[in-house]
């Protein structure tokens, strides 16, 4: 199993400019997620689904926009990117019954965006 | 929402030395509290969690206490090795679905086992 797959894994952009992170994921998860990982900050949620057609906002979804239009994929979209948008992206994805399971979050290798 | 406070944000030990890391939490209704190893360059993986019926869990080297009077829970990691180098991040959820199911996490500590 591929587990979360997540592309590109380094990107460069300049201000202003949109992009699209892509996730796709295999083991049929309902749950996705997006976090943005930046030094002392830990991990912070930007957007997140429990299923398809299903999205909501995190912590910190300001320039960020998220669709689901499948169970396998997630994709994030800057619309119009920032320096302050500068980080390290993670997707993530697990199981969604709001019982017995644990839930567990498996996250993809990660993207690393800088915007000059 | 959730908040969860992580402590101490850098730690620094001997191998062989025991590490605690400890959390705190803000949400009563909190129920479910992982913790994730991310070692350098690599992505975040679960390594021991614990539900709020559970007041301790371990895995070998590693164990789990929980409080919910206090809303604070701790990892512990016994006879350290080098390969226990990396950062480590806590995180609390709730389990009632929607909202509740967001999981939010603490600025991670980073852990540094010293041969």
């Known amino acids: 199993n591929a587990g979360v797959t997540q592309t590109p894994k380094f990107q460069v952009l300049k201000t202003g400019q949109s992009m699209t992170l892509q996730c796709a994921q295999d083991?049929?998860?309902?749950?996705m997620s997006w976090y943005r990982q930046d030094p002392g900050m830990g991990l912070r949620l930007i957007h997140y689904s429990v299923g398809a057609g299903i999205t909501d906002q995190g912590e910190v979804p300001n320039g960020y926009n998220v669709s689901r239009s499948t169970t396998e994929d997630f994709p994030l979209r800057l619309l119009s990117a920032a320096p302050s948008q500068t980080s390290v992206y993670f997707c993530?994805?697990?199981?969604?019954?709001?019982?017995?399971?644990?839930?567990?979050?498996?996250f993809g290798e990660g993207s690393r965006l800088t915007v000059l | 929402g959730e908040n969860v406070e992580q402590h101490p944000s850098t730690l620094s030990v001997q191998e062989g030395d025991s590490a605690v890391i400890k959390c705190t939490y803000s949400d009563s209704a909190s129920n479910y509290f992982p913790w994730y190893k991310q070692e350098l360059g690599k992505r975040p993986q679960l390594i021991i969690d614990i539900r709020s019926n559970v007041g301790e869990k371990k895995d070998q080297r590693i164990a789990v206490t929980l409080n919910k009077t206090a809303k604070h829970f701790s990892l512990h990691i016994t006879e350290t090795q080098p390969e226990d180098s990396a950062v480590y991040f806590c995180a609390g959820r709730g389990d009632s679905g929607g909202s509740n199911y967001k999981l939010t996490f603490g600025k991670g500590t980073l852990l540094t086992v010293n041969p």
């Open positions: 993530a994805s697990s199981y969604y019954s709001g019982g017995a399971n644990t839930g567990e979050l498996f």
């Open positions: 083991m049929n998860h309902e749950y």
